[in-house]
């Protein structure tokens, strides 16, 4: 923010952290009542599939639940339910309609709105972050306890304008153990303390293997320092989940609601409960 700050963000570029961005077509999302940012340091330690999980974990407590698929020029969420069907809108093309899985979650992702999910998204960062507005703004949600939303890796422009213009109640961090996982949860809970939005759970994905014959644990990727740096941020819940192809392949070939979510319990009651 500068020092010559009005605070009238409407007439204002700056794309400050204060920044609060004016809100149009309040019905289509007046219904979410509550939103959770998921979130990581970087691509590919399975943020997409903890966020399928943490939905799937929702709907089968009787939660309304919806996920936002904010990764918008890497979207896999249709991918992990099975959704092929395109996005449907209302006859004036202004409202879109987001596609339901098999268990009742609301999805609406970039891939729902492209004639070929293979087609590449070549955007910039603001219209990538226009795009996650609109998804807010234009896709009618209805009625929803809780919505997820699969945010990009880092904290780039479209993790920002979903922080600035979706009243997310808390962030979920996705780690894995290769990681510098410190100053990655420093990075987020700053990032939160900023927005003062609090830092509700960390999930260490790929956390060790179980061997299928004897059953022993190995932490393939070192040894797991997740439980000390969660305690230094003071956030309660955490969650371990093992590398598992099995639950991969599920995911990647579209049943994430035919898996055992009860791992991110803790997690789901740390969302339940803010
Ligand atoms: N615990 C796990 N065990 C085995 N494979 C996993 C696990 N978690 C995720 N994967 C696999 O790793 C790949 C990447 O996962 P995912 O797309 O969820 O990552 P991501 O962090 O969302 O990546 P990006 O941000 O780049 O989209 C997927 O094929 C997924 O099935």
Redesign the pocket.
Known sequence: MSEECTHDCSSCGSNCAERVEEQKNKDNYAGVKKVIAVV?GK????????TSLLAVNSAKNGLKTAIMDA?IT?P?IPKSFGLKEKAKCDEEGTVIYPEVTNGGIKVMSMNLLMDNETDPVIWRGPVIAGAVKEFWENVKWGDIDCMFV?C??GTGDVPLTVFQSLPVAGIVV?TSPQELVSMIVEKAVNMANMMDIPVLGIVE??SYFECPDCGKKHEIFGKSHIDEIAAQHDIKAVAK?????E??SK??GGFAEDLDVSALDNIFEAIRNC
């Open positions: 990581s691509g590919g330690v399975g943020k997409s599939m903890v990764d890497g896999s699969d990009p890796p996705v994905n790929m989940l093992p590398i598992n192809p639950a991969a995911v990647d």
